[in-house]
């Protein structure tokens, strides 16, 4: 007998996508605790595809008990009335065994076609709670592993600055081009940590907008051209379909968050050479409509459903080339709902660009 607890874990790993899941490792630890005091804790996590074979094999199980007391039920009446003719029983009273059993067997078949069902849909309950938590595992370690990414990357950059702005080696005027780059990642750092904190928050609470009057047309334009101010390795064309003079009521801030994410998606996503970006704002009826599109790497059918969701990102990260934590897109729907509109995504698939379309309700 041990004298001290056992905790028994199994961690699972994604390994390439999050329907190849393998155990990895199983750890067994002693904890140190009193004599007698005997407790083994599991922490087991189930694939979705075990999850749906166990279900499988539940359903048909059940199914065949079903069978089986059907087949049973009816050898018992077979049984009753062969009983009843032996002990030289009327036709009219073999009859009524007859009936009275058909009827007690109708009422008990109804009884567990009404218990099956249910069974069936804690069942199916049951199977959908385990891939949901799969597949937010699945995205909790893709937000992980792109967080220490995105970490690391302007850190590095911003060691190898000031050691440069160190160096007596260096000229003041070598030295100078340099502040405004470390001044960038300072802000990249900066931005990273706002949206970490900020969709923690939104665990918490809703977002919450202080509103006032916003030039919309303005704001998208100004959006537009801190855009173009980004260096890139690539051209840059932006064709500007904007209607003047339309204001919202909202949060400047929150709103040039929720722009900014969608216009920096349409670069990181996107191998193409020119980079093309349509942005068209319009009226319809009372409401302003922002469309922006663009020639990217588009998406897949099914991925147009969760890239608003938080941790959210399109393949996996130990293959992913760009950059991102999986909570823009998140952070700009909880954005757009608190300002009482709509947000939505489209794409005729890869290689087609994406259309991401803001809705919001004038004022004025």
Excluded at 53 to 69: E, N, R
Excluded at 142 to 153: D, G, I, W
Excluded at 158 to 178: D, G, R
């Amino acid at each position: 007998m041990l004298d001290r607890p056992v905790v028994v874990k199994f961690n699972r790993a994604s390994v390439q996508s999050r329907k190849r899941l393998r155990v990895t490792r199983i750890a067994v630890t002693f904890l140190p605790g009193k004599k007698n005091e005997h407790e083994t804790r599991m922490a087991l996590t189930v694939s979705p595809r075990t999850a749906l074979i166990l279900f499988v094999i539940m359903v048909v199980f059940l199914f065949a008990q079903g069978l089986w007391w059907v087949i049973f039920m009816a050898q018992l009446v077979d049984e009753k009335v062969d009983l009843a003719e032996r002990l030289g029983g009327t036709s009219e009273f073999i009859e009524r065994i007859h009936r009275e059993e058909i009827s007690r067997q109708v009422m008990l078949g109804m009884e567990g076609i009404v218990f099956l069902l249910v069974l069936l849909a804690g069942l199916w309950v049951i199977y959908r709670t385990l891939t949901q938590l799969q597949d937010l595992k699945f995205h909790q370690q893709n937000f992980l592993m792109a967080v220490t990414h995105e970490l690391k990357t302007p850190l590095s950059s911003m060691l190898v600055y000031l050691e440069t702005l160190q160096s007596p080696k260096i000229s003041a005027e070598k030295k100078t081009p340099i502040i405004p780059r470390l001044k960038e990642d300072v802000v990249r750092l900066q931005k990273l940590v706002d949206n970490v904190l900020e969709a923690g928050r939104l665990e918490r609470t809703r977002y919450r907008v202080d509103r006032e009057p916003i030039d919309f047309s303005a704001l998208v334009q100004d959006r537009i051209g801190a855009l173009e101010r980004i260096p890139l390795s690539r051209p840059l064309k932006i064709d500007r379909r904007l209607e003047s003079g339309l204001t919202v009521s909202g949060d400047p801030g929150a709103l040039t968050r929720a722009i900014d994410a969608i216009l920096e998606n349409a670069l990181k996503y996107n191998v193409s050479s020119p980079i093309v970006i349509t942005v068209s704002l319009h009226a319809i009826d009372e409401k302003a409509v922002l469309e922006i599109s663009d020639n990217g790497i588009g998406l897949l059918k099914k991925d147009v459903k969760f890239i608003f969701e938080r941790f959210a990102r399109v393949g996996n990260e130990m293959t992913r080339q760009s950059e991102g934590t999986g909570l823009g897109l998140y952070l700009c729907r909880e954005i757009v709902k608190a300002h009482g509109g709509t947000i939505t995504a489209s794409s005729d698939g890869l290689g087609t660009g994406t259309k991401f379309t803001i809705t919001l309700r004038k004022s004025g």
